[in-house]
Each structure stands twice: as C-alpha cells, then as structure tokens.
C-alpha cells in the first residue's frame, strides 16, 4: 500500500475469529510475526505469557511467564516485533521493557523505576519508529520518551494536563510511515498527533460513547494509508478514524466461533445444548478491547480481551489518484453526483 | 480531641468501615462523629471508588474477590461495601453450586447498589437474581409443579425468620414467585462467562388465588415481597441480622426463634426505624451507629476473616493503590473459614466465637503477624514516624501504649499489657537520638506490633 490521494472504503468486513478461553485468556494485545505468525499477549491478575500462535488458528506454544524474573512479566501491557521478529514487552508494574527472539528465548532487558529522563514510571504503550528506536509511552509520568532498542534514552516530552503535549495517564503509542507519533491520552479520552520529535500536531476525541467520542481509549495502531485505529473498551469497540483524525467506521464485534472452538465444540455435548437455549447474539459483540494491530496488507487483529479470542477484519480500500478524486468540499452537499 | 473520640472513631470505622489508616482516622476525626455517620449512611453523597483504575488494572473474573478486597480498603465509602458483604452473608448463594462467577460478581455488585436502600427493592432485586434463582432452584419452580425452595428461605432466613409463618404461607409463597427465572447465558466456552438476566416466564407463572400472611389474591412476587416488608417480624429478624453484624455477637440465626435477642431493647430500637422509615436502610444504620449501645460496644465482636485481613492490610497501609496480588488476601480469608462468593450455606457463615478454633486462630494469627512483620511497609514506618515525634526516647511502658494507640487503637486487658511491658522492658526504652539503633529500634517495633496483632484482644472488634 502507501498513502494514497483517496481512498475508496470498500469495506471492512469481518474475516475470522481465532483461538478461544484456555489458550488466549484475557489477551491484551498482539504483534505480528512473519509468515502468518502472531505473538498474543495474555495477562490476567497472577498470570501473563506470550500466546505463539499463527492466522491459521494454529496454538505453537508459549513464551515467557508470569514472574518478576529475567524474561517474566507482571503487567504486560504491549507487544511488538522488530524487523527480526524479535519481541519487545512492556510491564508497566516492574517498569522494564523484555525482549526475545522468535524462538522465545529471552534476549534482555531493561528499564529503571523513576521519574527522571530516561527511567521508567509505569510504561504502556510502546512502538517502533522506521530505525527502530522504540517509543515508551510513561504513563504514570504522563509523558512519551523514545529510547534505542537497548535501551539508551533519546528525547522525550510530555507532562501532566490536559492542553496539547499534555497527558493524563497515556496508554497507547503508535508511528505512521512518515514518522509522526499518536499517542492515546486515556484519562483525557483523545488521541494527541506529535511529529517525531514531539510536535504537537492536533488531536481528535473526547468524552462520549458517541461516534468518535472515547470511554478511557488504549492502544492505537495507524495502517500505511495513514488510517488510525483506536481501542474503546469503555465502549466496547474499535474505532476507524482517516488521517486528518475524521471519524469513519466503529468495529463493535462479528465474532464466529474460531476453528479451535469448533473442534472443541463438537466434543462438549452439554454446551452445545445450553448454546442452542441461549440469545447468542452478544456472542459476536467485542468485550473490553485494549488494543489493536492492523498489518501492511490490511488484516485489522483485535485482541478481544473479555472473549479470550482475536476477532480479524480485512480492510477493502482502493486506493484513488487526483483524478478519481474530487477536491475537497468547503460544506456538505445534496447533489448526487 | 480526647483518647475517647480516637477509641470511638476507630470503632465506628471497624464495624461501619474496615478499619482505616492512622492518617484516615484523624481526618475522620476533624468531621466529627455524627458528620462521619452521615456521610456512612449517604454513599451517594460520596465520590465514588474509580472504576478505570480498577479496569485499567485489575482484570478477569477470577479476580473478582481481589478486586472486591481492594473496593473494601480503599473505597471512599466504605459502608456501603461493608453493606454489600453484610446481604452476601444474610443472602448466602454459593459459587460452588453455580459455578457461574459473573453471575455470583454480578450479585455483589447489586448488593453494593442497592443494599442501603428499602428493603422492598433490596427483596425484589434478591428475587430477581439470576445467582439467587439458581442457588435455590426457582428456575424449576413452575405453575403446576412449584418448587419451593426460594419461597420457603425468603421467608426462614431472608426476611422472617421461623415462627413468623405458616407451612401453607411457604407454598402460596413459591407460587407467587412461578415464572421467575432467567434466560440462558451463553455457556463459558469457548468465548467467557455471560451475564444471566432475569426473565418472567408468564406462561410458567401460577395465577391463581393464593393466601399469604392474610392477604388472599391473585398475589406475584412483588405482593409477597410488599407484605413481608410491611410486617413487625421482617423488621426484628432483618435489625437483629444487623445488630449480629455490626453490634455485638448474637447466637447463630437457626436458633433466634428460641433464643431472644442478647438487647432486646436494641433491636426494638432498630425495629421502631425499620417500620417507621418503610424499611430504609440508611435510616435504620444512622439510628444504630449513633446508638449508646453501638458505642458502648467496642471490642465484643470478633472479627469475621475478612475484617481481620482488610483491618491488618489498612494498619501495614499497602495496596492504596492496584498492585498485583490483590488475589492472595481472598486465599487468606478462605484458610480463615471465609471464602468469599462461596459461603457454605444458605444460612451463610456461623459468626462470633464460631470463626475462631484452633486451626482457624493460627491462620489468623499467622497472617496478622507475617503482615506486620515488614517494617519498609508504608503504615509501619508511619507508626515509626510517630513513635520518633514523642521524644527522644520512650520508656517500655511508653513504647507499649504508643504501639498499642497506633495499632488501632487496640484495648488491652491488663495480662496481655503486662506481657507486651515485659516484652518492651527486656530492651529497655526505646532510644531515638541514637542513630546508629535505627534498625534495632524498627525490629522492636515491628516485634512488639506482631505481639499486638498476635493478641487475644485483636481478635475482636
């Protein structure tokens, strides 16, 4: 892909759902692998690991574990790859940040507890930029720093409020291919646009459960039309905003049960008739989403977190050239044409 | 103030609350007593625990009872999460027969909403409970063929108490309550627990005549719920359940109907507040809490497990703010004989001297003492802080009334104040110029805080 003039929003429909309870509980957030592989994040009070898993509904394993030891985690909160599959988690309680390799093994770690440039105070959501230096989202410090991949600290900003470059308890972080930084302000309910370097740009989003509106937002991803996709669990949803910050779609849930369920399904007579008795309507519906992954070629993942599940969506978009597409309006019009 | 308004401030705070830290309790103090029960009995009036921390923090539904440990420390009314454990024991329904814990959080949490209102609509939401018509089988109670379960223990140990009907009344009861199920969640796998909601069934429902505590009709369960709250029993059974908890220990609920009140006169006292307010919650606990006899009553309770553990977790000041772990304390009520969302019975847990043998006071003692024993705890260094304020040095007699002032604080008999001086005399006075003995000075704190708690006296409240 690559940011387009336009765009023509084909659709985006719901594509499948993976895993199920027992083997993705409570995921928090997810990175993408190669060749189809996916790290999920799992985190429940007393337990956290790394779900190995693939888009085929294919469970390869575990990684790390619940702990305050080398490679163990205790508030997970966000998992990225770098350009090697190499993992990077935040713990927001042991304030570090944990890598691997694909394989699981653990590769380092670092993060010093405090409030001065460069340490840590709770950190969130984290995100590579094109050289890989890793943003960190300080969310009990309200503020963004960026580091290297090992570590060394970079530049940072941000501090407690609520006017621009101003944050209260930040959750998400995500980069665009240009390399500006979105940052999710929970506490504020808004998404804030900085450059690289933390200019603030503008920002979208307030209080509300209408359409644009946020109920405590978290992660954040942006998709290389400029897209930007945020993570409502207070309303149970995600949202699609365009590059300017417009609202355009929510995502509340389509789920269907995934290939691992239906296996088990079928071996779980009681279920079945206890399922057959039930509204399954609210089945479908997304429960306390905290993040979302959206890939190069368009797969939106959404770590389901009240659902033990991953709900995938396929983004339908054309992209359109000056000539497929009109100027801007100055209003809104009626004319049909 | 006077040692007095500190000693009844903690008390009050014991009972209505779950204890406070030393830094809580003066605040309270500067409100004054009748203020503090004011603002006790006004949840609403109050700011509300943050439910985002909680759900930025805290997740899953096994985390249920950590979370409701953590509500109980920090809430910023504490009454009404005591009120809240007060219906989950009076309203005993059991997690290990549903197996459902969103169904079970889900009873908590309505208990929390509406457990200081009137009791017609605390009755009326209990009998629309998916946990409560599961618990005691009204799912199966359908015109024709009642089941009564629900209709007899609404009756025995939900609002009257035996005595105060008939046999006939039981099954007129369960009748009136035909229909009232819920619908059929959505089973835990794949995909989670969903809630249940409360359906009537109207076609399940019997509508014929019945006769209940003399009223004849084409009676439902609202009528039953409407003349139960209207009868003198109801307010003596439900004002005795309340005196049992927050007052002084009563003799356990199967044998009220032979055994009297041990304050006959109190719970009239109660009675007169429940009927005169049309069974207002609020109203009747304002009249107890600024009662002489509440006041009169320091210390002859014991502590069920969970005050004791929220009582030592706010004396050591951790978990002011969500840290993980919040999940051991449920662990440490349940070894204490009080696993919460899971009473035993319906009858809920037998209370008073029945919390204590000698298995179940090791673990309490246990607990207190492995609490208390980490002097980098935030309440311990405050009382090491304060210790430090009185002088360079406090003589062991000193020492042992400090100690026992910022536990609590805690009323010893003179054998247990005996012991605790010969304990502190064995080191001699507690030296603070000294700086050099900071760290012996701590571990005799912390050594003398751990006899305190480890006390016969702190087995009550």
Same mark, same amino acid.
């Given at each position: 892909?690559?940011?387009?003039?336009?765009?023509?929003?084909?659709?985006?429909?719901?594509?499948?759902?993976?895993?199920?309870?027992?083997?993705?509980?409570?995921?928090?957030?997810?990175?993408?692998?190669?060749?189809?592989?996916?790290?999920?994040?799992?985190?429940?009070?007393?337990?956290?690991?790394?779900?190995?898993?693939?888009?085929?509904?294919?469970?390869?394993?575990?990684?790390?574990?619940?702990?305050?030891?080398?490679?163990?985690?205790?508030?997970?909160?966000?998992?990225?790859?770098?350009?090697?599959?190499?993992?990077?988690?935040?713990?927001?309680?042991?304030?570090?940040?944990?890598?691997?390799?694909?394989?699981?093994?653990?590769?380092?770690?670092?993060?010093?507890?405090?409030?001065?440039?460069?340490?840590?105070?709770?950190?969130?959501?984290?995100?590579?930029?094109?050289?890989?230096?890793?943003?960190?989202?300080?969310?009990?410090?309200?503020?963004?720093?960026?580091?290297?991949?090992?570590?060394?600290?970079?530049?940072?900003?941000?501090?407690?409020?609520?006017?621009?470059?101003?944050?209260?308890?930040?959750?998400?972080?995500?980069?665009?291919?240009?390399?500006?930084?979105?940052?999710?302000?929970?506490?504020?309910?808004?998404?804030?646009?900085?450059?690289?370097?933390?200019?603030?740009?503008?920002?979208?989003?307030?209080?509300?459960?209408?359409?644009?509106?946020?109920?405590?937002?978290?992660?954040?991803?942006?998709?290389?039309?400029?897209?930007?996709?945020?993570?409502?669990?207070?309303?149970?949803?995600?949202?699609?905003?365009?590059?300017?910050?417009?609202?355009?779609?929510?995502?509340?849930?389509?789920?269907?049960?995934?290939?691992?369920?239906?296996?088990?399904?079928?071996?779980?007579?009681?279920?079945?008739?206890?399922?057959?008795?039930?509204?399954?309507?609210?089945?479908?519906?997304?429960?306390?989403?905290?993040?979302?992954?959206?890939?190069?070629?368009?797969?939106?993942?959404?770590?389901?977190?009240?659902?033990?599940?991953?709900?995938?969506?396929?983004?339908?978009?054309?992209?359109?050239?000056?000539?497929?597409?009109?100027?801007?309006?100055?209003?809104?019009?009626?004319?049909?044409? | 103030?006077?040692?007095?308004?500190?000693?009844?401030?903690?008390?009050?705070?014991?009972?209505?609350?779950?204890?406070?830290?030393?830094?809580?309790?003066?605040?309270?103090?500067?409100?004054? $007593?009748?203020?503090?029960?004011? *603002? /006790?009995?006004?949840?609403?009036? &109050?700011?509300?625990?943050? =439910? !985002? #921390?909680?759900?930025?923090?805290?997740?899953?539904?096994?985390?249920?009872?950590?979370?409701?440990?953590?509500?109980?420390?920090?809430?910023?009314?504490?009454?009404?999460?005591?009120?809240?454990?007060?219906?989950?024991?009076?309203?005993?329904?059991?997690?290990?027969?549903?197996?459902?814990?969103?169904?079970?959080?889900?009873?908590?949490?309505?208990?929390?909403?509406?457990?200081?209102?009137?009791?017609?609509?605390?009755?009326?939401?209990?009998?629309?409970?998916?946990?409560?018509?599961?618990?005691?089988?009204?799912?199966?109670?359908?015109?024709?063929?009642?089941?009564?379960? $629900?209709?007899?223990?609404?009756? *025995? /140990?939900?609002?009257?108490?035996? &005595?105060?009907?008939?046999? =006939? !009344? #039981?099954?007129?009861?369960?009748?009136?309550?035909?229909?009232?199920?819920?619908?059929?969640?959505?089973?835990?796998?794949?995909?989670?627990?969903?809630?249940?909601?409360?359906?009537?069934?109207?076609?399940?429902?019997?509508?014929?005549?019945?006769?209940?505590?003399?009223?004849?009709?084409?009676?439902?369960?609202?009528?039953?719920?409407?003349?139960?709250?209207?009868?003198?029993?109801?307010?003596?059974?439900?004002?005795?359940?309340?005196?049992?908890?927050?007052?002084?220990?009563?003799?356990?609920?199967?044998?009220?109907?032979?055994?009297?009140?041990?304050?006959?006169?109190?719970?009239?006292?109660?009675?007169?507040?429940?009927?005169?307010?049309?069974?207002?919650?609020?109203?009747?606990?304002? #009249?107890?809490?600024?009662?002489?006899?509440?006041?009169?009553?320091?210390?002859?309770?014991?502590?069920?497990?969970?005050?004791?553990?929220?009582?030592?977790?706010?004396?050591?000041?951790?978990?002011?703010?969500?840290?993980?772990?919040?999940?051991?304390?449920?662990?440490?009520?349940?070894?204490?004989?009080?696993?919460?969302?899971?009473?035993?019975?319906?009858?809920?847990?037998?209370?008073?001297?029945?919390?204590?043998?000698?298995?179940?006071?090791?673990?309490?003692?246990?607990?207190?003492?492995?609490?208390?024993?980490?002097?980098?705890?935030?309440?311990?260094?405050?009382?090491?802080?304060?210790?430090?304020?009185?002088?360079?040095?406090?003589?062991?007699?000193?020492?042992?009334?400090?100690?026992?002032?910022?536990?609590?604080?805690?009323?010893?008999?003179?054998?247990?104040?005996?012991?605790?001086?010969?304990?502190?005399?064995?080191?001699?006075?507690?030296?603070?110029?000294?700086?050099?003995?900071?760290?012996?000075?701590?571990?005799?704190?912390?050594?003398?805080?751990?006899?305190?708690?480890?006390?016969?006296?702190?087995?009550?409240?």
């Amino acid at each position: 892909m690559g940011r387009p003039y336009g765009l023509l929003r084909a659709g985006f429909p719901y594509l499948k759902c993976l895993s199920m309870r027992r083997t993705t509980n409570f995921p928090i957030d997810i990175a993408l692998g190669k060749e189809g592989r996916l790290y999920i994040m799992c985190r429940s009070d007393g337990t956290a690991m790394i779900r190995k898993y693939t888009v085929d509904d294919e469970d390869l394993g575990t990684i790390g574990g619940y702990g305050q030891g080398p490679g163990q985690f205790t508030w997970p909160v966000t998992i990225i790859s770098d350009s090697e599959e190499n993992l990077y988690v935040s713990d927001e309680f042991l304030h570090r940040i944990v890598a691997f390799n694909s394989k699981g093994e653990h590769i380092g770690t670092w993060g010093e507890h405090g409030i001065d440039a460069g340490q840590l105070n709770g950190p969130a959501g984290i995100a590579f930029d094109a050289e890989e230096n890793l943003y960190v989202v300080d969310s009990l410090g309200h503020r963004v720093q960026k580091f290297t991949k090992d570590g060394k600290f970079l530049l940072g900003w941000g501090s407690y409020g609520d006017g621009e470059g101003e944050f209260q308890m930040p959750w998400g972080v995500a980069v665009d291919e240009l390399g500006d930084v979105y940052i999710v302000d929970w506490r504020n309910d808004r998404v804030q646009k900085f450059t690289a370097d933390g200019d603030f740009l503008f920002e979208f989003g307030k209080s509300g459960s209408g359409n644009g509106e946020f109920n405590r937002p978290a992660g954040i991803d942006v998709d290389l039309h400029g897209d930007i996709y945020v993570a409502d669990p207070g309303n149970d949803r995600i949202q699609l905003f365009n590059a300017e910050g417009r609202y355009v779609q929510k995502f509340l849930g389509d789920a269907t049960l995934s290939k691992v369920s239906l296996a088990y399904m079928m071996t779980n007579a009681s279920p079945n008739r206890m399922r057959d008795m039930a509204d399954l309507e609210p089945q479908k519906y997304l429960r306390k989403p905290k993040s979302v992954t959206v890939s190069d070629d368009g797969l939106m993942f959404v770590p389901d977190n009240g659902c033990y599940r991953v709900q995938v969506y396929q983004k339908q978009a054309v992209p359109l050239t000056e000539q497929e597409f009109s100027p801007p309006l100055r209003s809104v019009t009626l004319h049909q044409e | 103030m006077s040692g007095n308004d500190i000693a009844l401030m903690a008390h009050l705070m014991r009972r209505a609350g779950f204890g406070t830290t030393r830094a809580e309790l003066e605040a309270y103090l500067e409100k004054g $007593y009748e203020n503090v029960v004011d *603002e /006790l009995v006004h949840p609403e009036r &109050g700011t509300p625990i943050d =439910e !985002d #921390i909680l759900q930025r923090y805290f997740g899953g539904e096994g985390a249920y009872v950590g979370i409701w440990i953590y509500r109980m420390l920090n809430s910023r009314c504490p009454l009404q999460e005591k009120m809240a454990l007060f219906w989950h024991h009076v309203f005993a329904t059991g997690l290990s027969k549903n197996e459902h814990i969103l169904a079970s959080s889900n009873q908590i949490d309505m208990f929390r909403r509406v457990g200081m209102g009137k009791m017609r609509d605390i009755l009326l939401e209990l009998s629309k409970d998916p946990a409560m018509i599961f618990w005691l089988d009204n799912n199966d109670n359908r015109k024709g063929e009642p089941n009564e379960n $629900y209709g007899r223990e609404l009756l *025995e /140990l939900f609002s009257l108490g035996v &005595g105060n009907y008939t046999e =006939e !009344d #039981i099954k007129n009861c369960a009748r009136a309550f035909t229909g009232w199920t819920f619908g059929q969640p959505i089973p835990l796998y794949p995909h989670g627990y969903y809630t249940p909601s409360f359906m009537f069934v109207e076609e399940e429902h019997d509508d014929g005549e019945k006769n209940f505590l003399g009223h004849t009709g084409n009676l439902n369960g609202d009528d039953i719920i409407n003349i139960i709250v209207e009868q003198p029993a109801c307010a003596r059974f439900i004002c005795r359940h309340l005196y049992n908890f927050f007052v002084a220990d009563e003799p356990q609920v199967p044998s009220w109907n032979v055994t009297p009140p041990n304050d006959a006169d109190a719970i009239e006292t109660l009675a007169d507040a429940f009927m005169a307010s049309d069974g207002d919650i609020s109203h009747v606990l304002s #009249i107890l809490f600024n009662s002489d006899f509440f006041k009169a009553a320091r210390f002859m309770k014991v502590k069920s497990p969970t005050e004791l553990v929220t009582g030592i977790v706010k004396l050591v000041g951790t978990y002011q703010r969500p840290e993980p772990g919040m999940g051991k304390y449920a662990g440490a009520t349940q070894l204490m004989g009080q696993k919460l969302l899971d009473p035993p019975t319906v009858e809920g847990w037998h209370t008073g001297k029945e919390w204590i043998d000698g298995g179940l006071l090791t673990s309490r003692v246990n607990f207190a003492v492995r609490e208390v024993s980490d002097a980098s705890k935030p309440g311990i260094q405050d009382i090491i802080t304060r210790l430090k304020s009185n002088g360079n040095s406090l003589s062991p007699e000193e020492f042992v009334d400090k100690c026992l002032e910022l536990a609590g604080p805690v009323e010893v008999g003179d054998t247990t104040h005996q012991y605790l001086t010969q304990f502190a005399e064995a080191d001699g006075a507690l030296n603070f110029e000294d700086d050099d003995a900071a760290a012996e000075n701590q571990a005799r704190i912390v050594s003398l805080l751990q006899l305190i708690v480890a006390s016969r006296e702190y087995q009550f409240a």
